[in-house]
């Protein structure tokens, strides 16, 4: 059935924690490698998820779609503690075991968001598409997150994550995600040629090089007077608990399902 957008209701879709990954550098390589890569990609992050305790979740995801040089997957939004941590730190070893064992360096952008998406597969295969989708996508390509790799050595670094202001406030300042809100840079994310400029937050498990002392990086948070922004912990978002869920008292939106002690529930 065709909605109108604006002029009638219609059911809201489930929320998704929003995973997107995307090789740096990938059209530097030689063409007749771009297969291996892209099948690879998924591989090793699926490896890499299930190893953080979503084996599950990976397994049912709600939507997956190949960009080529990375993908796009839905998952329950219980999940997105721990796509803040283990996740990266996991992936950043699992990289750079690939790189001692055949010499290849692949660097991982990592992108994570939350928001509403549907999940039934249409007459195509394609599920998964909403400003939710997009905005991930922009988070993904955004120049913070490529700087974050550029100003780290190509060998040590191999994955830098970026998470929405969102996921930030009600996953890492809420307290629920395995890392501390100061493991996190400030960033304003914006894309060259898109009309796009969201806060967002960059972390990078394995900083190299003076890479995690080196000047602000484009697109850092700034005050008017240029000065770095303070951390804005609990600024904006604030939660409750709920038997195990957590509700946004903006909007009365739950969005994090039941989180388990070793891993989602």
């Known amino acids: 059935m065709q909605f109108t957008p604006y002029e009638q209701s ?3 879709p489930p929320y998704q924690a929003i995973l997107a990954v995307d090789a740096a550098g990938f059209t530097s390589r030689p063409g007749s490698s771009h297969d291996h890569v892209a099948q690879l990609i998924p591989t090793l992050v699926g490896e890499v998820v299930s190893a953080a305790g979503m084996a599950d979740e990976w397994a049912s995801r709600g939507f997956f779609g190949h960009t080529g040089d990375g993908f796009a997957a839905g ?50 295969g394609v599920s998964g598409n909403g400003d ?49 809100i100061d493991h996190f840079r400030a960033v304003t994310a914006t894309v060259a040629g898109k009309s796009f400029q969201q806060p967002a937050w960059v972390y990078v498990p394995a900083p190299s090089g003076g890479g995690g002392d080196a000047p602000a990086l484009a697109g850092d948070a700034v005050r008017p007077d240029g000065a770095p922004a303070a951390t804005p912990a609990r600024a904006r978002a604030s939660v409750q608990t709920n038997h195990g869920q957590v509700i946004d008292r903006m909007s009365g939106t739950m969005h994090i399902g039941r989180i388990g002690a070793g891993g989602p529930a």
């Open 132 to 180: 939710a989708r997009n905005d991930t996508h922009r988070l993904l390509d955004c120049d913070a997150v490529k700087d974050a790799l550029a100003r780290n050595s190509a060998r040590v670094t191999l994955v830098a994550l970026v998470i929405s202001d969102r996921v930030f406030h009600d996953v890492v300042d809420a307290g629920y995600a395995g890392l501390h």
């Open 75 to 124: 998952l329950p939004t219980r999940c997105l503690p721990y796509l803040i941590h283990p996740f990266p730190d996991l992936l950043q070893q699992r990289l750079d075991r690939l790189r001692r064992e055949t010499g290849d360096a692949l660097r991982l952008r990592v992108a994570v968001h939350v928001g509403p998406l549907p999940t039934e597969v249409g007459a195509y």
């Open 10 to 12: 219609r059911p809201l």
